[in-house]
């Protein structure tokens, strides 16, 4: 402890959680999280709404004590310290700003409570960095939510934490708002170099911000990995519903061979690679992201090796422009997503035979006992 | 200045008065748009005429002993406010029992009202309930409640200022727990959690963040405490022993004697009262004219 500051501040180090539960009553908000949070990224914590993911980030910033786990900052157990005592910030899900107090005075309040006298320059930096300097005289109910979203963010950087913990801080900005401070988020992030944990339901958000998604369902972290990592190869039928859109087809392991899985689905043989495959045995669930489909007329010919499901009508063509999106009915009664890109190929009009086919590198297998619709709806609600 | 033009009349929207002719309306909707003022001023009358009369009667010479009738036009009141000893010594103890009412049962009940509204403990509604009992009891039965009590505790021979202001704790407590609760439940306590996590110690973040976000409810507590208890009168009665508060001589003098005196306090108090509402509006716009 002796190079630490007043506030314990190491020299710096991961965020690392490790067995972190906490319950209400019998009811478990947030279950058994072990975390590491490499220092200086840009981590999302990802989950509809009521996972735990408020729950999980007041435990980090000490305003709720956890049922069981600890919370190490590098080397330092600060599971016990109170919340004015880590160098852990917050922006808060409703930014929580002093009424009563001006936005020059809200920015210098970290700075004040930690006995710190000229913080004129400080401040002024800050207002610039999120660009309000003009606003420093008034008050947080004078200002738009954008506004005061980024004098909740100044507020707690100034700090210069350890961790920024930031509580789906643009859920209340309207889209265009919302796209424009996650470019500005990112930005300053990548400016200050600290450790930004960021709470979203918008997968999308979480997608384009951060270095490292976790995904977390029903207080639990159900995958982590890089926005791509995720998105191509998904881990449970959640994920694969909760991030972008994946369609899903139920089958049997047929065998392994080599590094190549065969899967009967609708009787039809398909082939995925073993190491994106997540059994070996029994029920599948057999997974490929729209984009990745092809379509092709009934009876041609197809390129060599590809996984092709016969058989299929297309149901309804929707054409967006940049691309096309079908819903083709398999004869099993299933529905399969297709978005073709607008590349000058012709539209295929509903009613007509098709055959859908892709890459089998590019088909990714789940375990087929889990439920096919987990995540599915929860994603529309939260697109809403 | 420059003076804007009138839009031609076909783009004025269709109701709207044309300036070349007079327009004209029905008279229900000119009762209909008058009305709500008109009913502003008549309860404003109502409830202000009692004031009104008040300070104009303690302008009067009075006839006699009771200053009822209008005779004529003096300031000799004004400038003898103590008409009686007792009047102003029995105003004295009133302010003195209303001060210590005030300070002891603002102090307790804002203690009361933060742990009604932040903890959550097993007799919480029980005591919720309890603390509206002395609102709804009616006077009487409190007063004669407390006679009882005082008699049966420390005897029939202390009666007297302490009982006087024990009693009135007890009943200005429930109004003040009542009014702060209701300014604290109305605070966001996610605003206390942000102090605590910019690392304002539990203290701090008490006087910084939450004693000035409740501070108008503990005011407005206070000035109510100090109301109820310099005007009561029924359960002071029963507990004041041979003392005597400014309501009980007021009550007493109308059966011997009503002196114009009694109209000059009762203004004093009416112009401190409102002095002290237009010196907060004041304060509170130079506050924000600041900014
Ligand atoms: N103080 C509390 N008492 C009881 N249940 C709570 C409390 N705080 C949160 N919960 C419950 O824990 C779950 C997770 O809440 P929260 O962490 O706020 O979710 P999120 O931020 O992901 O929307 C919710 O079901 C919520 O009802
Ligand atoms: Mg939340």
């Not at chain 2, 007799?123 to 309930?129: H, L, T």
């Amino acid at each position: 402890m002796s190079s630490n500051d007043v506030l314990g501040r190491g020299t710096g180090g991961d965020l690392r959680l490790a067995g972190l539960t906490k319950r209400f009553g019998s009811f478990t908000a947030v279950d058994h999280l072990d975390l590491t949070i490499p220092q200086g990224s840009f981590f999302a914590l990802l989950g509809a709404s009521g996972c735990g993911k408020t729950t999980t980030l007041r435990m980090v910033s000490g305003l709720e004590a956890p049922s069981e786990g600890r919370i190490f900052l590098g080397d330092d157990d600060v599971t016990e310290r109170k919340p004015h005592r880590r160098p852990v910030n917050t922006v808060f899900q409703n930014y929580a700003l002093f009424p009563h107090l001006d936005v020059y005075e809200n920015v210098a309040f970290g700075l004040r409570r930690r006995g710190i006298k000229d913080v004129k320059q400080q401040v002024a930096d800050m207002l610039d960095l999120v660009e309000l300097g003009h606003l420093a005289r008034r008050r947080p109910s004078q200002l738009s939510g954008g506004q005061q979203q980024r004098i909740a963010l100044a507020r707690a950087l100034i700090n210069q934490p350890q961790v920024l913990l930031l509580d789906e801080p643009l859920g209340a900005l309207d889209l265009k708002l919302r796209r424009q401070m996650q470019i500005e988020l990112k930005r300053i992030q990548t400016e200050v170099g600290l450790t930004f944990v960021h709470v979203t339901h918008d997968q999308e958000e979480a997608m384009t911000m951060a270095d490292t998604i976790a995904v977390m369902n029903s207080g639990r972290i159900e995958q982590m990995g890089s926005p791509a990592d995720l998105y191509e190869n998904p881990g449970t039928t959640f994920v694969a519903n909760f991030l972008g859109q994946s369609n899903l087809i139920p089958g049997t392991v047929e065998g392994v061979r080599g590094d190549v899985v065969t899967v009967t689905a609708h009787g039809q043989r398909l082939t995925l690679p073993a190491d994106r495959c997540r059994t070996d045995t029994g029920a599948v669930i057999l997974g490929v992201r729209p984009e990745k489909v092809r379509l092709a007329p009934a009876g041609s010919a197809l390129p060599p090796g590809v996984n092709a499901l016969a058989g299929g009508v297309v149901s309804d063509a929707s054409f967006i422009g940049v691309s096309t999106q079908y819903l083709v009915r398999l004869p099993s009664g299933e529905e399969l997503a297709v978005f073709e890109q607008n590349t000058g190929c012709e539209i295929q009009r509903p009613g007509t035979e098709v055959v859908v086919h892709w890459d089998p590198s590019q088909s990714f297998g789940l375990d087929g006992s889990q439920d096919i619709e987990a995540g599915a709806d929860l994603d529309e609600e939260s697109a809403a | 200045m420059t003076t804007t033009t009138a839009p031609p009349a076909a783009s004025t929207p269709s109701g709207a008065a044309d300036p070349g002719r007079p327009y004209r309306r029905s008279p229900l909707t000119w009762i209909r748009e008058h009305l709500l003022a008109a009913i502003t001023v008549v309860v404003f009358v109502f409830m202000l005429a009692p004031n009104a009369v008040i300070l104009w009667m303690s302008f009067n010479q009075p006839i006699g002993k009771f200053d009822y009738d209008w005779n004529r036009f003096s300031l000799s009141a004004w400038k003898n406010p103590c008409a009686t000893n007792e009047m102003c010594h029995s105003l004295g103890l009133s302010v003195e029992i209303g001060l210590i009412a005030t300070l002891v049962s603002t102090a307790l009940g804002t203690m009361i009202a933060f742990a009604m509204v932040r903890h959550r403990f097993k007799a919480r509604s029980g005591i919720n309930s309890l603390l509206f009992l002395p609102m709804a009891a009616p006077e009487v039965v409190m007063g004669a409640t407390l006679t009882a009590l005082f008699f049966n505790t420390i005897g029939p021979g202390s009666l007297g200022f302490w009982t006087i202001t024990i009693a009135h704790i007890v009943f200005c407590l429930s109004y003040v727990v009542v009014t702060v609760k209701s300014r604290l439940a109305g605070m966001d306590p996610t605003l206390e959690r942000a102090a605590q996590d910019l690392y304002a110690t539990p203290l701090q973040t008490f006087m910084k963040v939450t004693l000035p976000l409740v501070a108008p409810g503990i005011g407005a507590a206070a000035l109510l405490a100090f109301a109820l208890s310099v005007d009561d009168y029924i359960i002071t009665a029963f507990t004041a022993g041979n003392m005597e508060t400014f309501p009980m001589y007021i009550w007493g003098s109308v059966q011997r004697a009503y002196p114009a005196q009694i109209d000059v306090i009762g203004s004093l108090m009416l112009i401190c009262t409102m002095a002290i509402i237009a010196l907060s509006q004041i304060l509170g716009r130079a506050r924000n004219a600041r900014r």
